[in-house]
Nanobody, 124 residues
Framework: QVQLVESGGGLVQAGGSLKLSCAAS????????MGWFRQAPGKERDFVAA????????SYASFAQGRFTISRDNAKNTGYLQMNSLKPEDTAVYYC?????????????????WGQGTQVTVSS
């Protein structure tokens, strides 16, 4: 059973950067698709980015394109989300998720492994 633990959230000024990490337990992480989602208060959980098990294919939400970079280090069982040029509207709880498969999916209901989330707050 894979468990995911996010870290790296915090308070940052607009225009700043944060790098989120997702540490996975278990030996199957390298075979899983990994995704990042976010949820702001009173809003639905939105897709941010996803990466295939090998790291070859990546997908981004339109708001993340050009500002966020998803990556992974399978040797360390860890995934990352580098976030640059942060805006106040990026404020949310960010979740790491994983699912077995080969094709990236942007639907949160498809992912069956979730971390507890990490708060990202961007001040104006």
């Amino acid at each position: 059973q894979v468990q995911l633990v996010e870290s790296g959230g915090g308070l940052v000024q607009a225009g700043g950067s944060l790098k989120l990490s997702c540490a996975a337990s278990g030996r199957t992480f390298s075979s899983l698709i990994m995704g990042w989602f976010r949820q702001a208060p009173g809003k639905e959980r939105d897709f941010v980015a996803a990466i295939t098990s090998t790291g070859v294919t990546r997908s981004y939400a339109s708001f993340a394109q050009g500002r966020f970079t998803i990556s992974r280090d399978n040797a360390k069982n860890t995934g990352y989300l580098q976030m640059n040029s942060l805006k106040p509207e990026d404020t949310a709880v960010y979740y790491c998720a994983a699912v077995a498969g080969t094709a990236i999916t942007t639907k949160s209901s498809t992912y069956d492994k979730w971390g507890q989330g990490t708060q990202v707050t961007v001040s104006s």
